[in-house]
């Protein structure tokens, strides 16, 4: 349900300031995690994704495999990964087109989850974080991106807040203006 506040003709939702504040924490951690994974990746000048993407066992595996076969294809995705990872980070954590973040860090998980699931009977050579079955944190940060879709905290406490503030102050204008000239 949405409030609508004539003063400033911003859209606010009916939550509690307790389920704002952990809506907004949960995009500002996600966001974090995001940032810090493209930051560490951009400054390791030996990271690839072509470990990860040569494991892959599943639909995908002969596409990801491609991947790494061909070096000027390795470096695009390389370099897409990394400074998406920090696109999306820093749109999470200012608040700034918070559902293209969100729904971009979704899209993003899910080819992560994709290369490599969870599956009883695939084996990695690199360690799991522990015995998952079907699910995985990539799974779990994908649906918590989806939440924050749904619910878009930027509009609350963001940038997000202060585009939305500049677009209505000028729907207001016009629409005042289409007034005086009828």
């Known amino acids: 349900m949405l409030n609508e506040t004539k003063s400033n003709f911003l859209l606010t939702p009916d939550y509690t300031n307790t389920q704002l504040t952990a809506l907004v924490i949960l995009r500002l951690l996600i966001g974090w995690h995001f940032l810090y994974e493209g ?14 993407l040569i494991e892959s066992k599943w639909i995908f595996s002969p596409v990801f495999k491609w991947m790494v076969e061909n070096p000027t294809v390795l470096k695009m995705v390389d370099f897409a990964n990394m400074w998406g990872l920090i696109a999306i980070g820093l749109g999470l954590i200012v608040g700034c087109f918070t559902r293209l973040a969100s729904i971009s860090g979704a899209l993003l998980l899910l080819l992560y989850y994709v290369t490599n699931p969870p599956f009883i009977g695939y084996k990695y050579s ?57």
């Open 39 to 52: 930051i560490v990746k951009v400054i390791n000048p030996y990271w690839s994704s072509a470990g990860l």
């Open 126 to 182: 690199a360690p799991a974080e522990g015995s998952y079955i079907i699910v995985n944190k990539n799974l779990i940060e994908l649906f918590a991106l989806i939440v924050l879709t749904l619910f878009p905290t930027g509009t609350i406490i963001g940038l997000d807040r202060i585009l939305l503030l500049f677009r209505n102050k000028n729907r207001k204008s016009e629409m005042a203006d289409m007034e005086g000239n009828a």
